[in-house]
């Protein structure tokens, strides 16, 4: 399985900064357990079309970053993440979405909807949260004690 955390924003140059090098660190630490990048898409269509043309067997599953969403610990979405991957999904996308939310139209294409709070966070550090939510999750499975239950 491959995981891309995409992050939706309209700006003509990439993001940089602190939270940005956070989210570059945690998506490299991932990557000694499982493929995985970070993209930047404009608009909410072009995050659609990606899920269109991904290639693979399967239908790409859609995790929506959403303060209305699901609130889990990191062991439910490490429980989350290894269900996806037993199931043979060969790409999942974790999204960070508009400034303005989500539309019902891709709401109503995501597998989950998951929430870090009910906090608004920036687009850059909710990323960076979770990327790293990804990383803890992935070190909760391989049984590395970078997570030690707190």
Do not use: N
Not at 29 to 56: F, K, M, N, Q, W
Not at 112 to 118: K, L, P, Q, Y
């Amino acid at each position: 399985m491959k995981i891309s955390l995409v992050t939706i924003s309209p700006r003509r140059s990439a993001p940089a900064g602190p939270a940005m090098e956070l989210l570059h660190l945690y998506i490299e630490r991932s990557l000694r357990y499982i493929p995985c990048d970070h993209r930047i898409v404009a608009t909410e269509t072009a995050l659609l079309r990606s899920i269109e043309t991904a290639a693979g067997r399967t239908r790409p599953v859609l995790f929506l970053a959403d303060s209305r969403g699901e609130q889990l610990s990191s062991e439910q979405f490490a429980t989350l993440l290894g269900r996806a991957q037993d199931d043979g999904t060969q790409s999942l996308l974790f999204a960070i979405g508009p400034a303005d939310g989500w539309s019902p139209a891709v709401l109503a294409l995501a597998t989950r909807t998951i929430a870090f709070g009910h906090i608004t966070l920036p687009h850059e550090l909710a990323a960076a949260v979770a990327a790293e939510q990804i990383y803890r999750a992935l070190t909760i499975r391989a049984g590395h004690p970078y997570h030690s239950g707190h």
